[in-house]
C-alpha cells in the first residue's frame, strides 16, 4: 500500500526566487517541452532530401536498349518507406533523451 499524497501529480512545479540589485525577485518556473520542433531539426533536413534524392532518382532512371528500368517506383517508394521508418525511430529517440525549456 502506498501512502503518496494523491493530489501531488496535480501541484503546479514551485516557483523559484533570485536576488537581482539586492532584492528578492520572483522568477516563475521553467516550462519545457520534450524537444525542439520536428521542422528546426537537422535529421528532418536530411531526411527530406533523401527522400528527394531516392524518387528523383527512380524519375531519372529508365529503360534504354542496354537494360531495364532497374530502379523502378515499387523500388523508390519501398525506400522512402525505409527512410521514413527510420525518421520516426531518430525521433523517438531523441524525444526520450532531452528537453527543451520555453523561457518566457
Known amino acids: 500500500m502506498t501512502t ?3 493530489t501531488a501529480a496535480r501541484r503546479p512545479a514551485p516557483a523559484t526566487y533570485s536576488a537581482v540589485d539586492g532584492q528578492a525577485s520572483h522568477v516563475p518556473a521553467r516550462r519545457s517541452r520534450e524537444t525542439k520542433s520536428a521542422f528546426k531539426t537537422t535529421e528532418f533536413v536530411v531526411y527530406v532530401v533523401a527522400v528527394v534524392g531516392v524518387l528523383v532518382a527512380s524519375f531519372l532512371v529508365s529503360t534504354t536498349d542496354a537494360h531495364d528500368d532497374y ?3 515499387d523500388r523508390a517508394w519501398f525506400y522512402v518507406a525505409l ?3 527510420g525518421y520516426l525511430v531518430s525521433r523517438g529517440l531523441a524525444k526520450s ?3 527543451q525549456h520555453d523561457d518566457a
Open 71 to 73: 530502379f523502378r517506383a
Open 97 to 99: 533523451g532531452s528537453r
Open 83 to 85: 527512410l521514413s521508418i
Open 4 to 6: 503518496e499524497n494523491p
